[in-house]
């Protein structure tokens, strides 16, 4: 049995001070986009969204309210399968401005099930804020308004991405190579 302290931590790829720095950018513009807004409502995608979601907002100046949405992808292999909901929005979203805000895009085929749900829900705008992009494996085109950083096709852990619920909690993006 292997001691889990023993383990190499995954090599760094976007140290937390890049993704902060990142992420105030991210929050002046958002600021200056909705400076008009009556209240943004901005929309984490459970649950690696959440890290990103709870520092972005902390640096926003503009009024925001919070909620959360869940799905769950059933497929084979990279073929985009059907989404299901599994934690649906609290909050109504009918003629608001809405920030849907994600860790990573990658395909493309459920984030764009989810901004075509919110757009026919009758929201006033939708916008996409991403942390990352893994456009080399993009499937089905989805506009990302607000993104953090463009990376190549390797499998990432931290900063609320994970490899079996695990790696979460790191303050940085990592290459995770494997156990």
Known sequence: MTDQNSKPSPRTL????TIQARIRELAARIDRDYAASDCL????VLKGSVFFLVDLLKHLQIPVKMDF????????GSVGGEVRIRKDLDLSIRGRDV????????????LRTILDLLRFRG???????????KASRREVEVPIDY?????EDVFVVGYGLDYDERYRNLPYIGVYDGE
């Open 14 to 17: 976007i140290d937390a001070e």
């Open 99 to 110: 920030l849907l805000i994600e860790d990573i895009v990658d395909t493309g085929y459920t």
């Open 41 to 44: 409502i901005a929309i984490g």
């Open 123 to 133: 929201a006033k705008s939708v916008k996409l804020c991403a942390l990352l992009d």
């Open 69 to 76: 949405f869940q799905t769950a992808s059933y497929g084979s």
């Open 147 to 151: 993104l953090g950083f463009s990376i």
